[in-house]
């Protein structure tokens, strides 16, 4: 088994909501490429006190409060690395490349995974991804729809899948070309519920795989600059999920549904449970309501995950 090496890694940002990224020396591992500061762990050093020192010694501010954000263990092929990933609440200083780095406050959303390490890619969907994922529901015809998901965008919904498990192939096309069209006008990311095939006729932001798609395959079906999004209800699932490199897991049933009725929800404590380890953003699916925001959080949720919460507000 390869080295592990454990890093305490800072979420830094300022006033703009701007992140804090350096560059690291072309002579280190994974060099040339942006990255979050931090550093290694020192022997008998808490995490705490690995970022504040690391912090301080790299960027010359003092970090006064701190909150963990996540956990990523990596493989790479020399090595594994576990990320102590933390959110810096409030320092003082101003930050400075205080051992000779390039430093930037960058736009979170102009944050490219292919300019930093693999490991930092979760990281960086984490920041990104909204704390609402809204599925496509009900609708009469296409008008109807597009006026439902209009309404929908323009009350912040940002993150979309378009599930209509009920239309014709041609249908589809021509929902999916329309949502694309709209969700772009938006600035919001759709991603298609479909087979892998039928999604490569579209120019949409992602995948969405079901528990039963996801069992079907093998590798992961769509390149790696675009999102997949995979279903899962068991802790195999999640593995799969995980194999797959996947960017987002919609965990469920969190609660009884009325499209499964009688069908007993997970409850937040086994959701917890399951989605402890996931590095990759989780939201929570199953019964979800804004109402349940709070508690997904505080349980380890990226954010909830809903059709009758959203669709058509």
Known sequence: MSELVHVAVAIILNHNKEVLVSLRAKDSHQGGLWEFPGGKLEQSETVRE???????????????SARSFKKIEFQYPEKTVLLDVWLIQSFTGEAVGAEGQQIKWQAINDLRA???????????????????????????????FVLKLESSLKSGISLVQLRCKKSSEDEYKKLANKAISLCKSYNAKILLNTTDKLYSSFDADGLHLTSQMLN?????????????????????????????????????????????????????????????????????????????MADAKNNGAQGIAAITGFWGE
Request: with cysteine.
């Open 216 to 292: 079907s395959i093998q590798q992961r079906p769509i390149s790696g600059n675009l999102l997949l999004s995979v279903s899962c209800h068991t802790l195999d699932e999640i593995k799969k999920a995980k194999q797959l490199n996947a960017d987002i897991i919609l965990l469920s049933p969190v609660k009884e549904t009325t499209s499964h009725p009688g069908v007993q929800g997970i409850g937040w404590e086994k959701f917890k449970h399951l989605s402890k380890d996931i590095e990759y953003p989780v939201y929570a699916l199953g019964g979800m309501s804004a109402n349940d």
């Open 50 to 64: 690995a970022l504040k020192r690391e912090i301080y010694e790299e960027l010359n501010i003092t970090v006064l």
């Open 114 to 144: 292919e300019d930093f390490p693999a490991a930092n890619r979760a990281i960086i969907n984490s920041l990104q991804l909204p704390d609402k994922y809204m599925i496509t529901g009900p609708y009469t015809d296409i008008n109807d």
